[in-house]
């Protein structure tokens, strides 16, 4: 059994991690699994880009494409010109796409597993000339939307998108519309199999007009427990140059302080309703200037990440972590953060529910509450004196999120397409 995953990039971003982390998985459960890529950033054998199935370069035809490519791109900026209310630091895609030479036909494979596709790398209609079974992982809400990744209150993608919010537009046949309407069409040829990671994302799917009615199975996704284990947390503490005497509330994503979505606001007005002396704040994922939010707690900024050995002792250095996230599907952070046997505190939005269970490994805020989120992050640094909330958290991913247990699943569901 061949399958052939299929992600923007290899390691950059949560969905790239999490897409190869269930390609290890498998892998390792027997599965024959390579991944291709419109950006390879590892030195991994079995990660193919695209531009191996690039042609010899020939000058005339370098700048035939080169002008075609040109005109696309002002096409495309024209398309998107009438929509300058479009809601700010809001992601959005269309349907533009990177030449893959062929290479969905030439390479070998039983099965596609689709992952996270955008910024301007898979042409899904594709899709449509591939005569074998197609998995799905989603990682947002981009494959049932017009073109917003994240859909917060709207329900438009339930009927049919167009007016869309996030674009500031009125206008019924907007690019929301055609984006959708494009999708649909492409979607009529070809007979997916939607994964979602949580419960949430997949009552969206099956709401959605568009992927409705694919069967939709949930299966989460993995980590590594070998890697993200608890460890000695003076040592952490000491290895980042902390105070042991001190308690520390961890907080980071990718652009964590420019990301609307990860919810930087939302902390900053949480921590105004914190008194509490000893805690202090290490913020990763961001080159800002700290000082200049003049936060009510001493800050501790550690930049990106990459390197995941570091990560997971961060995470052991840290006594709570918070997610003030606006949206979640399954958050990496919180099941790395669990894995660690450090408590959470998120809203209860989209798939934290799945993980945090309330006041045993963490506690779920009522959703962009923020007193309430404060209220959280001071009880779980009251009631883990004795590391129970340590133990839970370990113990609910061991149960459910560890390798072996989620590769059997995806290996059920490629098995059972074959």
Same mark, same amino acid.
């Given at each position: ?5 299929? #992600? +923007? ?38 990660? *193919? ?66 992952? @996270? ?18 998995? @799905? ?62 419960? @949430? ?19 989460? #996704? ?47 007005? +949480? ?10 704040? *290490? ?93 959280? *992050? ?23 999120? +560890? ?16």
């Amino acid at each position: 059994m061949k399958v052939l995953f299929i #992600n +923007t990039n290899d390691t950059s971003g949560g969905a790239a991690r999490a897409a190869m982390r269930i390609m290890r998985g498998v892998q390792q459960n027997g599965v024959e699994a390579q991944m291709f890529v419109k950006d390879k950033y590892s030195k991994s054998l079995d990660v *193919i880009p695209a531009n191996e199935f690039a042609p010899s370069s020939n000058f005339i035809k370098d700048i035939f494409k080169w002008v075609v490519q040109k005109f696309k791109n002002r096409y495309h900026m024209y398309k998107w010109y009438p929509y300058k209310h479009t809601k700010q630091n809001v992601f959005m895609s269309d349907l533009r796409h990177t030449d893959i030479y062929g290479a969905l036909q030439k390479l070998d494979y039983d099965i596609i597993h689709l992952h @996270w596709i955008n910024n301007r790398f898979l042409d899904i209609s594709e899709l449509t000339r591939i005569n074998k079974p197609i998995v @799905w992982t989603l990682h947002d809400s981009w494959p049932f939307c017009g073109v917003c990744h994240v859909q917060y209150d709207c329900n438009q993608y339930q009927i049919h998108c167009g007016a869309c919010p996030m674009l500031g537009s009125s206008r019924e046949h907007d690019l929301a519309y055609e984006v959708f309407e494009k999708k649909k069409a492409t979607y009529q040829d070809i007979n997916f199999h939607i994964v979602t990671p949580s419960q @949430w994302l997949a009552g969206c799917a099956k709401r959605s007009a568009l992927l409705g009615r694919f069967p939709i199975h949930v299966i989460p #996704n993995c980590i590594d427990t070998n890697l993200y284990k608890p460890i000695d947390k003076q040592h952490s503490l000491l290895h980042f140059g902390l105070n042991p005497n001190k308690q520390y509330l961890l907080f980071g994503a990718m652009h964590a302080t420019k990301d609307p979505n990860k919810g930087f606001d939302v902390l900053m007005q +949480t921590l105004s309703h914190i008194n509490e002396r000893s805690l202090e704040l *290490i913020v990763y994922g961001t080159t800002d200037d700290l000082s200049a939010y003049h936060l009510p707690l001493p800050i501790h900024s550690l930049e990106y990440i990459r390197d995941e050995e570091q990560m997971a002792m961060l995470f052991n250095a840290a006594n709570v972590v918070v997610v003030p996230s606006l949206s979640e599907n399954l958050s990496n952070t919180i099941m790395e953060s669990l894995s660690c046997g450090t408590p959470v505190v998120a809203f209860n939005i989209g798939g934290n529910g799945d993980m945090i269970d309330h006041m045993r490994n963490g506690y779920l805020a009522k959703e962009r509450d923020c007193r309430d989120m404060a209220k959280g *992050i001071q009880w779980c640094m009251e009631h883990n004196a004795e590391g129970k909330l340590s133990k839970n958290a370990r113990e609910k991913v061991m149960m459910n999120y +560890t390798i072996p247990i989620v590769s059997e699943q995806y290996k059920q569901l490629y098995q059972s397409l074959l």
